[in-house]
């Protein structure tokens, strides 16, 4: 049995589970004082952790065994029957792109390239800022904002729940989560202002030029 270095180890029918939680690009407490290591803490180890366990469990035994989670998120999207799948598969994708949108020491200004493209799509970056803050704001209930290429502009989407933005042709390039759970221990309902803190002080630009290119 081979065992993976990322602290997950759990077994699905005697197999090596084929799903395992990518470890946090940066410490629980690195992105303090915007988000707590106490929120990091439940987010990832409970959160996280617990999407990759239900869907190890949920593949076991299917045709979806051996897919990729790609795969596996663009084959059951828009499947009633497969939504157990499909809602573990796409918050597994959804965290690990999470966690990679925001750093230590983020926000401020875009790379020059990434910059100009802001400003082609939005106007301006603080325009930009101010469509992904709405975006995230009007979401009704849990789910996600995006910053996303589509036909090559910038876009800005919001989706609900687990819904991801890879099930219908666009390339998301950042994301932040506006579930409760991603900000109620730190701004309790303040979701705009739990948005705009990341967008100031933690989003990842050379991420989103990365996934751009
Ligand atoms: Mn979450």
Known sequence: MTKKDTGYSSTVHGAAPHHVLPPLPYAENALEPIITAKTISFHYGKHHRGY???????????????????????????RPERIAIFNNAAQTWNHTFYWKSMKPKGGGEPPAA??????????????????????????????????????????????????????????????????????????????????NAVLDKLINWEFALQNAS
Not at 52 to 78: F, P, Q, R
Not at 171 to 185: G, R
């Open 52 to 78: 990759v366990d239900n869907l190890n469990k949920l593949v076991a035994g299917t045709e979806y065994a051996d897919l990729s989670l790609e795969k596996i998120i663009t084959s059951t999207a828009g």
């Open 114 to 195: 990434l910059k100009q493209r802001i400003e082609e799509s939005f106007s301006s970056v603080d325009a930009f800022k101010k469509e992904f803050a709405g975006a995230s704001v009007s979401q009704f209930g849990s789910g996600w904002a995006w910053l996303v290429l589509e036909g090559g502009s910038l876009k800005v989407v919001k989706t609900a729940n687990a819904d991801v933005p890879l099930t219908t042709g666009m390339k998301p390039l950042l994301t932040i989560d506006v579930w409760e759970h991603a900000y109620y221990l730190d701004y309790q309902n303040r979701r705009a202002d739990y948005v």
